[in-house]
């Protein structure tokens, strides 16, 4: 069988016999044997040196290391014709293997080569680059370039040290709300975090009236004391993150204690052994699951202090809180979440001291929950407590006759509950909106004067998003909601003018004591010159009168400017009830006029 051509030419010429050996035979073995022994008889032959073994620093484990690297020489040196045979004789399987071992060796060394080539080029230009860094940094005094071995070592460990200190705090602190990592104080100015977060425009255009009292919204929220917030949490509106703000987010003396594993947690006032705060993870659901607010109207006071005497128990004033949502995305959360299996049965509806029968609340299905249901399915039940949820939740039922729909037509009654939900609602201590999660912190944070230790983080992603359907099933949606629609209309008007209105009123009070200040300032300025001025005068009268003839008009000026500042301080007095009358623009413009006299006789004097 004829080899390959790369075989042959790696192989080289074949083997002439020399003189004087004995002829070929037709014996492989036999002529192996011989050829063998005649290599051996010659002096610094390749079997000799085989048979004596390796040469030093050569493994003895392989001592055809040599033969398979002589074999490419044999074509270059006369005596490789000697070398040849020996390598050719070896089996084909062993020349393979040997020559695929050459090549991973080769292949090996080359890619160990290139690796240090790669490192020393990127460890020299890495050098130069800190080099150039620290020069423009410290000047002259720091030149990477002359530095020593222990120098380049020192710089070396200081910056595997930062990234190996940058690798532990992402891994502490995978999200933004880690409090180790303050990067925005090393960035540009952010833009005003209370921007619009629906994508909508910025300008609100108000749709209801409300007064002045219904837009300031500031509780003198006591913890010390006795005050209690509640928590009206209804499904699927954000409550269960808020929840967890409430109780883990909030800067307060004496923080509340949470324990891994456990989801309650113990809200105490400081120095007492009394919680301030009624929700799910405080109290746990001490009035049933989700209670809405006719449950908890009648059933917080007598829980917290059922155990008092009627005679010994405090004038307490609670304080009631809620979220409400966009109404089409909470109905498709709770369909998703009842599909995953949720039923809410531990709910007690007490309304009136008495829960609904099964013929006044009828279930809308028969098993032991209702996973799995189709959104066909889910709307096309009539008793479904998801239909208009928000507006039952928030609206005293017993002004209705609690569950019992025999007592007064259906128009009626969803006219009655609509106008409680929108009562209570509006005299709530403190609502927010899923949609809005900065503005939700920020008014909280101005009614109870109570800060948050991070921002809330508005999710534009959630398991509604992610359900796609069609303008037809959304109309339909809409119009089992109907009254929810209306609700969250009103409420989401009501949020955002109390969101403008108390961010107008920030600005202003920031401005008037920006005024003030410049105002003090310029009476300490003015109220010193004059000082040292009359203390001159004083010194030298005969020389100060000859040298200024006109001391006279300047003493006129110096007293209708003391006039001014006397009456700019009667204005910062009376600024306070100025805001309470009507006429606060005419005021206000009386206070600008008395300023720009102010300032026009200061530009007089100078």
Not at 149 to 160: G, P
Not at 193 to 207: A, I, K, L, M, N
Not at 367 to 389: H, I, Q, T, V
Request: proline residues 6%; glycine residues 6%; aromatic residues 8%.
């Amino acid at each position: 069988m004829a080899l390959p051509a790369c075989a042959a030419q790696a192989l080289g010429p074949p083997l002439q016999p020399e003189r004087g050996a004995p002829a070929r035979t037709t014996c492989p073995r036999r002529h192996s044997r011989v050829e063998a022994e005649l290599a051996e008889s010659r002096p610094g032959s390749v079997a000799a040196s085989v048979r004596a073994g390796p040469p030093r620093g050569v493994s003895r484990g392989f001592n055809s290391q040599p033969l398979l690297d002589e074999p490419l020489k044999a074509s270059s040196s006369p005596a490789g014709a000697a070398r040849t045979p020996l390598f050719a004789l070896l089996p084909r399987g062993r020349r393979r293997r040997m020559h695929d071992l050459r090549r991973r060796w080769d292949l090996g060394s080359l890619c160990r080569a290139l690796l240090t080539r790669g490192l020393a080029a990127l460890g020299h230009s890495l050098k130069h680059v800190l080099g150039a860094i620290f020069s423009k940094i410290f000047g002259p005094l720091a030149s990477v370039g002359n530095m020593d071995e222990k120098s380049n070592k020192l710089l070396l460990a200081l910056v595997m040290l930062f990234l190996f200190a940058v690798i532990v705090l992402q891994y502490v602190c995978p999200g933004t709300e880690c409090q180790l990592l303050r990067l925005q104080a090393f960035s540009s100015p952010m833009p005003d975090p209370y921007r619009s977060e629906d994508e909508s425009s910025s300008r609100f255009v108000p749709r209801y009236n409300f007064s002045r009292g219904d837009l300031l919204r500031k509780v003198d929220f006591d913890i010390k004391g006795d005050d209690l917030i509640v928590f009206l949490h209804i499904q699927k509106t954000g409550g269960t993150t808020f929840g967890r703000h409430l109780v883990r987010n909030i800067q307060l003396e004496q923080p509340c204690e949470c324990r891994v594993g456990q989801k309650k947690c113990t809200c105490h006032r400081p120095g007492k052994r009394e919680t301030w705060l009624f929700s799910r993870f405080s109290t746990g659901w001490s009035c049933g699951l989700h209670a809405d607010w006719t449950e908890l109207t009648s059933c917080v006071p007598a829980v917290v202090d059922g155990k008092r005497d009627a005679r010994l128990r405090p004038s307490r004033n609670f304080h009631y809180i809620t979220i409400l949502r966009d109404p089409v995305s909470r109905y498709l959360s709770e369909w998703r979440h009842v599909q995953r299996g949720a039923t809410w049965k531990a709910s007690l509806h007490v309304c009136d001291g008495r829960p609904p029968t099964s013929e006044e609340l009828p279930s809308c299905y028969t098993g032991d929950d209702w996973s799995g249901c189709p959104l066909k399915e889910f709307m096309d039940c009539p008793y479904n407590l998801a239909n208009n949820r928000q507006v039952r939740m928030l609206s005293d039922l017993t002004l209705v006759g609690c569950y019992n729909l025999s007592v007064m037509p259906e128009k009626q009654r969803n006219k009655v509950l609509l106008e409680s939900a929108k009562s209570n609602l509006k005299h709530m201590a403190f609502f927010g909106l899923t949609e809005f999660q900065r503005k939700t912190q920020y008014l909280f944070e101005k009614t109870f004067n109570m800060n948050f230790i991070s921002p809330f983080t508005q999710y534009n992603t959630t398991r509604a998003s992610s359900v796609e359907i069609n303008e037809e099933i959304q109309k339909r949606i809409e119009g089992l909601n109907f009254l929810d629609m209306e609700l969250y209309s009103y409420a989401k008007d009501l949020f955002l003018q109390r969101y403008q209105f108390m961010r107008q009123k920030e600005h202003q009070e920031a401005r008037q004591k920006r005024q003030e200040q410049r105002k003090f300032l310029k009476g300490r300025f003015l109220q010193t010159h004059f000082q040292s001025q009359g203390q001159g005068q004083s010194q030298n009268p005969s020389q100060n009168q000859s040298q200024n003839p006109n001391l006279n008009v300047n003493q006129n000026v110096t007293q209708n400017l003391i006039q001014n500042l006397t009456q700019n301080l009667s204005h910062k007095e009376n600024r306070e009830s100025q805001k309470q009358n009507p006429g606060q623009e005419q005021s206000d413009g009386n206070t600008s006029n008395g300023t720009n006299d102010y300032i026009g006789s200061v530009e007089k004097w100078r």
